[in-house]
């Protein structure tokens, strides 16, 4: 148990769905992370979010909206989706961001795109 | 921005053998460097990393050695178990501000007992 929780663990949805992703964290960490992983890639950082507000947005497409109402939760809300999107996408946390800080990583969720 | 590559993607060792994965970075600046291993329907777990004042760092069973000259770094695991079986990636962190680690696209350790 790394203290980063997911859910749900799997998800199948339509190109027309609307899902959300979440993530708790309980370990009092200020940073949150949003990545994706896909097969054969390395892990592609999505979003930062340090103390609620987001520090980093790497050219995600707008069809993935992350939300952070506090330090321990983050959401990630999909919509419109496309095939290519699905991956496994993973939570992580750290005590701040940047620094060379350690990163806790969720089990995550696994996502397919029909 | 950084790069880093690694080698290899797959690796089969017979149990009690030692393995080792390699990675190079393109930024010289890099200056944190750790290993994250990710077992099979879980997240990565960070199990050693280094800074770039040192060269070798040890735990029990697994090391980690630091080129700055050269721009690689390695993951030695000595005696390898069942339990070592899973994913590998390196990584690497330039000092400043808010930068996001840069990820090595990961090893698949096999151990065959």
């Known amino acids: 148990e790394t203290g980063v929780t997911q859910t749900p663990r799997h998800l199948v949805m339509g190109m027309t769905n609307k899902k959300s992703l979440k993530c708790e964290q309980h370990?009092?960490?200020?940073?949150m992370y949003w990545y994706k992983q896909s097969a054969k890639k390395p892990l592609e950082l999505m979003f930062v979010?340090?103390?609620?507000?987001?520090?980093e947005n790497n050219s995600v497409p707008s069809r993935f909206s992350p939300e952070c109402p506090n330090s321990s939760h983050l959401f990630l809300h999909l919509h419109t989706l496309q095939p290519e999107d699905s991956a496994l996408y993973l939570c992580?946390?750290?005590?701040?961001?940047?620094?060379?800080?350690?990163?806790?990583f969720g089990s995550g969720t696994q996502l397919s795109v029909l | 921005g950084e790069n880093v590559e690694q080698h290899p993607s797959t690796l089969s060792v017979q149990e009690g053998d030692s393995a080792v994965i390699k990675c190079t970075y393109s930024?010289?600046?890099?200056?944190?460097f750790p290993w994250y291993k990710q077992e099979l329907g879980k997240g990565p777990q960070l199990i050693i990393d280094?800074?770039?004042?040192?060269g070798e760092k040890k735990d029990q069973r697994i090391a980690v050695t630091l080129n700055k000259t050269a721009k690689h770094f390695s993951l030695h695991i000595t005696e390898t178990q069942p339990e070592d079986s899973a994913v590998y990636f390196c990584?690497?962190?330039?000092?400043?501000?808010?930068?996001?680690?840069?990820f090595g696209k990961g090893t698949r350790l096999s151990v065959i007992a």
């Open positions: 990584a690497a962190s330039l000092p400043a501000g808010n930068t996001p680690l840069v």
């Open positions: 979010y340090s103390l609620e507000e987001r520090v």
């Open positions: 280094i800074r770039s004042n040192v």
């Open positions: 930024d010289s600046a890099s200056n944190y």
């Open positions: 370990l009092g960490h200020n940073a």
């Open positions: 992580a946390s750290s005590q701040q961001t940047g620094r060379n800080e350690k990163l806790f």
